[in-house]
T-cell receptor
């Protein structure tokens, strides 16, 4: 989880509530990835940004999910309204070197929707 | 489209025994290959990677993986495991030159080391 801060680390909410997950690369990156991890489906790419623009959001499960990257140092993933099946660990990741290297993951946010 | 298959969802082994975690991929083009490790309640950490050159790559903690193009495999091995190796291991693939732009992950293999 070098260089990526995620907040909150744990979130428990009730069905129907809005949830906002945050990701902050310590040093600015204009590429950023959001993943979701569940026991049933494993690790899934939800969306990724390049130059702060969403490049591929085909993994976003439905319209209840939205993501923004207003600048190179911050991104949000919002779920509105939340449902119990959204319970998962959500990871944010950044590339170390664009084009030739791999991604560094944040510690994740564990979301529980009751 | 790319895909990654990790053939074993769980692998239990005894401490100091050898282990192999299997990974096969499918892709119509050349690939970059990665192994990530996830310790309990933590994020994923890069363990090792193959980008080009030597097909055998090693990590600092004794793991190695070999890229086999003809068999489309990238199996992870360690000759003698330690209790601290207990974790979930993910194989991943991406297509150059995008590199880190999009990783496709396997389902993961949970490695359990028994004393």
């Amino acid at each position: 989880d070098a260089g990526v801060i995620q907040s909150p680390r744990h979130e428990v909410t009730e069905m129907g509530q809005e949830v906002t997950l945050r990701c902050k690369p310590i040093s600015g990156h204009n590429s950023l990835f959001w993943y979701r991890q569940t026991m049933m489906r494993g690790l899934e790419l939800l969306i990724y940004f390049n130059n702060n623009v969403p490049i591929d959001d085909s993994g976003m499960p439905e319209d209840r999910f939205s993501a923004k990257m207003p600048n190179a140092s911050f991104s949000t993933l919002k779920i509105q309204p939340s449902e119990p099946r959204d319970s998962a660990v959500y990871f944010c990741a950044i590339p170390r070197l664009a084009g030739t290297d791999t991604q560094y993951f944040g510690p994740g946010t564990r979301l529980t929707v009751l | 489209a790319q895909s990654v298959t990790q053939l074993d969802s769980q692998v239990p082994v005894f401490e100091e025994a050898p282990v192999e975690l299997r990974c096969n991929y499918s892709s119509s083009v050349s690939v970059y290959l990665f192994w990530y490790v996830q310790y309990p309640n933590q994020g994923l950490q890069l363990l090792l990677k193959y980008l080009s050159g030597s097909t055998l790559v090693e990590s600092i903690n004794g793991f190695e993986a070999e890229f086999n193009k003809s068999q489309t495999s990238f199996h992870l091995r360690k000759p003698s495991v330690h209790i601290s190796d207990t974790a979930e291991y993910f194989c991943a693939v991406s297509e150059p030159p995008q590199g880190a732009q999009k990783l496709v992950f396997g389902q993961g293999t949970r490695l359990t080391i028994n004393p």
